[in-house]
């Protein structure tokens, strides 16, 4: 008897003559001709029309795959982050821990695309690098507004986006608005840990600096996780972040120093050795510091 004819099984196990088989492939739905498929649901052909290689080089169908996923990941992650820092801005400190895993694990898909993109060689690059011209990953708008999400501020890094309104706007709002670690700050004031008004109150757009009021708060809340765990929690998931940004970084020197070396990058920058300074970028000062103190 073929697979199709095959009899389902009752709940006792026992096959019911002349009942269709519940498991054959006939059974799934084939007319879409008046429902969504798979691919209209995601909008496959439009998203397959966006991947447009320039020349014939057989590995830039692989360059700008990996680069096409990682503006996908970019992108749930800013929605992540905003959706936590909407709740901490309202004193909530338990759910945004949901938001901050997935932006944690999504960081995980990002800095494992740098290992499909090490299998280029220097010479598959150099096949059609110049090409895309001054085209850079420098000039990623989803990437720099994890940056300023995150802290790591600079208004020069907004530059490369004052032809579009619509990605320089959002990303000067970003600029001068309180980051994630911001927000966490004020609900340790909130808790009477006594975060000082400097701080509380610093233009947003310049990266933090480390303040010895804020390490002791933080040495408060390490010492007693008892007494204050949802924000013990809370840092903790912001370290994961933050290692995890540092791994996404680390692995994006490496793949760029094995494919050109110390070149410079397309997008004007040194390469690699901006990329290696970018490296010693600390974005919870406290959170580390304060396990050297405890």
Request: glycine letters at 6%.
């Amino acid at each position: 008897m073929s697979a199709p004819d095959r009899p389902a099984p009752d709940r006792s196990g026992a096959a019911r003559p002349g009942a269709p088989d519940r498991d054959a492939p006939e059974q799934a739905y084939t007319d879409f001709t008046r429902s969504l498929s798979y691919g209209d649901y995601l909008q496959l052909d439009t998203l397959k029309s966006a991947h447009r290689p320039v020349t014939d080089a057989h590995d830039e169908h692989l360059f700008i795959a990996v680069h096409h996923v990682s503006e996908v990941w970019l992108d749930l992650i800013i929605r992540e982050l905003r959706a936590a820092m909407d709740q901490l801005a309202l004193g909530i400190t338990d759910a945004p821990l949901k938001g901050l895993t997935r932006v944690v694990r999504a960081q995980e898909q990002l800095t494992n695309a740098w290992e499909v993109l090490k299998t280029m060689t220097p010479a598959d690059y150099l096949s059609f690098r110049s090409a895309f011209g001054q085209a850079s990953g420098f000039q990623s708008a989803s990437y720099r507004m994890v940056e300023f999400l995150l802290g790591n501020r600079h208004a020069v890094l907004a530059r490369p986006h004052e032809h579009r309104p619509d990605l320089h706007g959002p990303l000067t709002d970003a600029l001068h608005g309180p980051s994630v670690y911001d927000l966490t700050l004020r609900l340790l004031d909130a808790r009477g840990l006594n975060v000082p008004a400097e701080v509380l109150n610093r233009d947003p757009s310049q990266p933090p600096q480390l303040n010895e009021a804020v390490l002791n708060a933080w040495i408060t809340v390490y010492r007693q996780p008892d007494t204050y765990w949802d924000l013990y929690e809370l840092a903790e998931k912001l370290l994961d972040v933050e290692d995890n940004f540092r791994r996404w970084r680390f692995n994006h020197l490496t793949t760029v120093e094995r494919t050109i070396g110390f070149k410079s990058g397309s997008g004007g920058t040194s390469g690699a050795g901006y990329l290696r300074r970018a490296l010693e970028t600390v974005l919870f000062p406290e959170l580390w510091e304060v396990r050297t103190r405890l």
